[in-house]
């Protein structure tokens, strides 16, 4: 029976009212910089329509008209920054239109009053589109509504992209997470099972105490302290394996056999700390725990190609089934699908009364 492994994730995506990522820390720092420069440039647009389409000369005009800036932008922010938060991402949509709709008037009747102001004080420039009448208030406000909805395009675009890294952010905190819990669940009965062995060589006063005891702490130095970085050199974790698997002789004693061959450069070479231990482990709990004849374990690591390749054979003994895998193997696929997505290889196999682990990653 062969089983290979996919991942499959899903993401939910955080509320409308999310707090800014620590990659948007720096634009939001930067926030009135931007402002400055987009009403800078929305000025000088403003400018080349009126002076191209509109054919208006007098330069007192261009001065005239940064009073009309101030009103634009407390329209612009009023729906942001007011009307957005509170009725668009609570969708509240009918009441959205409506208070857009009022705020586009009233800013409207306000540039219709400035424009009276100027006419008042001997500007002529405004005075054909000063009168408050229907057609001069529509087209104020048609005017402000490209401005409006411009805005809007850019609040809900930046919004969906600050909430989209925050998601991000929030999944890699979260398979952190489940990756040290994982990690807090490998072989804790392998350490009882040592602490046992090595209280029985203890009264039996064996000269294998003292090896037991520097391997064991080898062990729990390599668990508390390497296994916190994301990645560890291959050699170390290589070491790590063979203190296992050292133990586990001793513990078995002449009924164990154990060929651990590996081939190519392992120098500066890194893998995720901890990985290739779950099948070492399973293959032990399972294939010699109960077995009380001679049992033999090949372990093979190949690295070729920027992929390691890791295999590991032994007798099926009590071995459970690969429909119904055990905590371990559970443990395992979840961690190279959290480390990996898709871009890995795991083929479990039974055959021959050998149950059969075959890994491929890229390093």
Same mark, same amino acid.
């Given at each position: 029976?062969?089983?290979?492994?996919?991942?499959?994730?899903?993401?939910?995506?955080?509320?409308?009212?999310?707090?800014?990522?620590?990659?948007?820390?720096?634009?939001?720092?930067?926030?009135?910089?931007?402002? =400055? $420069?987009?009403?800078?440039? &929305?000025? /000088?647009?403003?400018? #080349? +329509?009126?002076?191209?389409? *509109?054919?208006?000369?007098?330069?007192?005009?261009?001065?005239?008209?940064?009073?009309?800036?101030?009103?634009?932008?407390? =329209? $612009?922010?009023?729906?942001? &920054?007011? /009307?957005?938060?509170? #009725? +668009?991402?609570?969708?509240? *949509?009918?009441?959205?239109?409506?208070?857009?709709?009022?705020?586009?008037?009233?800013?409207?009747?306000?540039?219709?009053? =400035?424009?009276?102001?100027?006419?008042?004080?001997?500007?002529?420039?405004?005075?054909?589109?000063?009168?408050?009448?229907?057609?001069?208030?529509?087209?104020?406000?048609?005017?402000?509504?490209?401005?409006?909805?411009?805005?809007?395009?850019?609040?809900?675009?930046?919004?969906?992209?600050?909430?989209?890294?925050?998601?991000?952010?929030?999944?890699?905190?979260?398979?952190?997470?489940?990756?040290?819990?994982?990690?807090?669940?490998?072989?804790?009965?392998?350490?009882?099972?040592?602490?046992?062995?090595?209280?029985?060589?203890?009264?039996?006063?064996?000269?294998?105490?003292?090896?037991?005891?520097?391997?064991?702490?080898?062990?729990?130095?390599?668990?508390?302290?390497?296994?916190?970085?994301?990645?560890?050199?291959?050699?170390?974790?290589?070491?790590?394996?063979?203190?296992?698997?050292?133990?586990?002789?001793?513990?078995?004693?002449?009924?164990?056999?154990?060929?651990?061959?590996?081939?190519?450069?392992?120098?500066?070479?890194?893998?995720?700390?901890?990985?290739?231990?779950?099948?070492?482990?399973?293959?032990?709990?399972?294939?010699?725990?109960?077995?009380?004849?001679?049992?033999?374990?090949?372990?093979?690591?190949?690295?070729?190609?920027?992929?390691?390749?890791?295999?590991?054979?032994?007798?099926?003994?009590?071995?459970?089934?690969?429909?119904?895998?055990?905590?371990?193997?559970?443990?395992?696929?979840?961690?190279?699908?959290?480390?990996?997505?898709?871009?890995?290889?795991?083929?479990?196999?039974?055959?021959?009364?050998?149950?059969?682990?075959?890994?491929?990653?890229?390093?």
């Amino acid at each position: 029976m062969l089983v290979k492994t996919a991942s499959d994730k899903t993401f939910s995506a955080p509320g409308a009212f999310a707090e800014p990522g620590v990659g948007v820390t720096h634009m939001l720092n930067n926030r009135w910089a931007y402002h =400055l $420069v987009f009403w800078t440039l &929305y000025y /000088l647009f403003l400018c #080349l +329509i009126f002076y191209s389409a *509109y054919e208006i000369r007098e330069p007192v005009f261009y001065f005239q008209y940064i009073v009309f800036l101030p009103v634009s932008a407390a =329209l $612009v922010y009023f729906n942001i &920054y007011v /009307l957005i938060p509170s #009725l +668009i991402y609570r969708k509240r *949509y009918g009441y959205y239109i409506f208070s857009l709709a009022l705020a586009l008037l009233v800013t409207a009747l306000v540039d219709q009053f =400035l424009k009276k102001m100027f006419v008042h004080f001997g500007s002529s420039i405004f005075g054909y589109t000063s009168d408050l009448n229907f057609k001069n208030i529509f087209t104020e406000a048609i005017g402000l509504f490209y401005l409006t909805g411009f805005t809007t395009g850019i609040k809900l675009t930046k919004d969906w992209i600050r909430n989209q890294q925050l998601m991000k952010e929030r999944e890699k905190q979260y398979l952190e997470t489940e990756l040290n819990f994982l990690k807090t669940q490998i072989h804790p009965h392998f350490f009882f099972n040592t602490l046992n062995n090595l209280y029985s060589l203890t009264l039996k006063k064996s000269d294998q105490a003292p090896e037991v005891v520097l391997k064991l702490s080898s062990l729990m130095s390599y668990m508390l302290y390497e296994s916190n970085s994301a990645k560890v050199s291959l050699a170390k974790e290589i070491g790590y394996l063979q203190n296992y698997l050292d133990l586990e002789k001793l513990r078995f004693g002449q009924r164990l056999t154990v060929l651990f061959e590996i081939e190519g450069q392992i120098e500066e070479v890194s893998i995720p700390p901890m990985i290739l231990i779950l099948f070492v482990e399973n293959s032990f709990k399972h294939g010699v725990k109960n077995n009380v004849n001679h049992i033999q374990i090949d372990i093979s690591l190949k690295l070729e190609a920027e992929y390691l390749f890791f295999r590991i054979k032994n007798p099926m003994g009590n071995h459970p089934s690969t429909a119904n895998a055990g905590i371990g193997l559970k443990n395992a696929k979840r961690r190279l699908e959290l480390l990996y997505g898709e871009n890995y290889q795991l083929d479990i196999s039974e055959r021959d009364n050998e149950f059969v682990v075959f890994l491929k990653i890229p390093v």
